[in-house]
């Protein structure tokens, strides 16, 4: 069977995890072969649409926490196989406890050497969407020790809607920093070995520390919602945007059923 619609055996004990913390660290998702060569391509896909962009030191700090591309599963048909994983999908969809996951879309993250952090924020502040039922696998392309500025997490921090309204920013850094001091929430900072990709939802607070290695950190992430998820009215202008970015044709009030958002696991 394809490596990348073989399923992963959760546990109970990871589903309750996830449940209660809303983020969790899986070890051999993906095995070297596959995701080296996944790695190649998705690797020439990200030089050649950012060739142009602009040097480090002359970006802010959103642009220096890493290059950002959107939806490669359109750009390339050798990468789509990837994005569309029944095995990635299966686990996003286990661990939210739904019965089926819809594409939001997929994000290449690479941060280069010497890029600079990724601030604390939720990524939910950006979408236009019904509920808390998303999430994010963040899937290094390869070992990522902690000089390559690993995603970090304050679990269970989805309970706190103080810095909800934050994009990410110098002041999300800072504010939602000094609330996180005061509160309980364990702060997760560890490595990623080559084949572990995290999961976390749409609320939960995470950041990234800066590369300190001249190498690039390469990251792949895809975002995932329950399939039956509606379109809510946007909040801010970013969601807005991600509406008729992400969701093109969708109508406030109804599940998010468009060409861009199919079904990718379904029980």
């Known amino acids: 069977m394809n490596p990348l619609d073989t399923p992963y055996l959760l546990s109970p004990e990871q589903i309750a995890f996830y449940q209660k913390n809303r983020f969790i660290k899986l070890k051999q998702v993906f095995d070297a072969e ?63 406890q739904v019965d089926g996951v819809r594409l939001y879309h997929d994000q290449a993250l690479f941060k280069e050497g010497g ?9 939910q502040y950006y979408w236009p969407l019904s509920s808390d039922k998303t999430i994010t696998a963040w899937i290094p392309l390869q070992e990522t020790p902690l000089p390559l500025g690993p995603l970090e997490f304050s679990a269970g921090s989805h ?26 929430f364990e702060h997760v900072i560890e490595p990623f070995e080559l084949g572990e990709v995290s999961f976390h939802s749409g609320w939960v607070f995470h950041r990234a520390g800066a590369n300190t290695t001249d190498q690039t950190r390469k990251v792949m992430t895809i975002i995932y919602m329950d399939k039956n998820i509606r379109l809510q009215q946007p909040a801010n202008k970013n969601q807005e945007n991600d509406w008729h970015t992400w969701c093109p044709g969708a109508t406030v009030g109804e599940v998010i059923d468009t060409e861009l958002n199919p079904v990718l696991y379904s029980l």
């Open 34 to 96: 596959t995701l080296a060569y996944y790695t190649e391509h998705i690797t020439q896909q990200v030089d050649s649409q950012t060739k142009l962009a602009a040097k480090l030191e002359e970006r802010d700090t959103y642009g220096k926490a890493f290059l950002q591309l959107f939806n490669l599963w359109r750009e390339s048909d050798t990468i789509k196989p990837f994005v569309f994983s029944k095995r990635v999908a299966q686990l996003a969809a286990e661990l939210m």
């Open 115 to 123: 890029g600079g952090i990724t601030p604390w924020h939720a990524d």
């Open 159 to 184: 309970r706190i809607v103080d810095g909800r309204e934050l994009k990410i920013s110098d002041d999300s850094e800072q504010r939602i920093a000094e609330k996180l001091r005061v509160t309980d």
